[in-house]
């Protein structure tokens, strides 16, 4: 395992569209391990493979219930919505306000080849929407309905 460099604003890659993951072979697993290792060293609840250079459809989340590794996920239904402030480790120093549904249902691969569904709500909704958005080469900063002062957030 080893922790990468994650690409911030500006950087090309994270405003390209990730290709789906074909095979999960060794290559794959070990990505999704030095995602993981990278999250946690950077106090992330998610990270996407563009955030690391790679354009491939693979997430890691964890939002305290423990390690999930998605790849190829898409969101097959949404409910509700909800506001809530969202930062991202490829932009660091700001936070914003961001509508997100409320309840997600994601259908992803795991590092197995297994087909998987996961049902988030609240921060995991939240979560899953913006590991997404990044496959697709949508930062939160593009969907934030009030920028928020992070010495704002820090006084609270």
Same mark, same amino acid.
């Given at each position: 395992?080893?922790? *990468?460099?994650?690409?911030? $604003?500006?950087? =090309?890659? %994270?405003?390209?569209?990730?290709?789906? +993951?074909? @095979?999960?072979? /060794?290559?794959?697993?070990?990505?999704?391990?030095?995602?993981?290792?990278?999250?946690?060293?950077?106090?992330?609840?998610?990270?996407?493979?563009?955030?690391?250079?790679?354009?491939? *459809?693979?997430?890691?989340? $964890?939002?305290? =219930?423990? %390690?999930?590794?998605?790849?190829?996920? +898409?969101? @097959?239904?949404? /409910?509700?919505?909800?506001?809530?402030?969202?930062?991202?480790?490829?932009?660091?120093?700001?936070?914003?306000?961001?509508?997100?549904?409320?309840?997600?249902?994601?259908?992803?691969?795991?590092?197995?080849?297994?087909?998987?569904?996961?049902?988030?709500?609240?921060?995991?909704?939240?979560?899953?929407?913006?590991?997404?958005?990044?496959?697709?080469?949508?930062?939160?900063?593009?969907?934030?309905?009030?920028?928020?002062?992070?010495?704002?957030?820090?006084?609270?």
């Amino acid at each position: 395992m080893a922790i *990468r460099f994650i690409r911030e $604003d500006g950087d =090309e890659v %994270l405003r390209k569209k990730s290709r789906e +993951v074909d @095979v999960i072979d /060794d290559r794959i697993k070990t990505l999704l391990s030095d995602m993981a290792e990278t999250m946690y060293a950077a106090s992330g609840v998610g990270l996407a493979a563009p955030q690391v250079g790679i354009l491939k *459809r693979v997430v890691v989340i $964890d939002v305290g =219930e423990g %390690l999930l590794e998605l790849i190829n996920p +898409v969101i @097959v239904k949404q /409910d509700g919505e909800q506001v809530d402030v969202e930062g991202c480790l490829s932009v660091p120093g700001v936070a914003g306000e961001v509508k997100r549904p409320a309840k997600v249902l994601v259908e992803a691969l795991d590092p197995k080849g297994e087909k998987i569904t996961v049902e988030g709500q609240g921060l995991l909704a939240v979560a899953l929407c913006h590991e997404i958005d990044h496959l697709d080469g949508v930062l939160f900063t593009d969907k934030v309905v009030r920028f928020i002062d992070t010495n704002e957030m820090k006084k609270g």
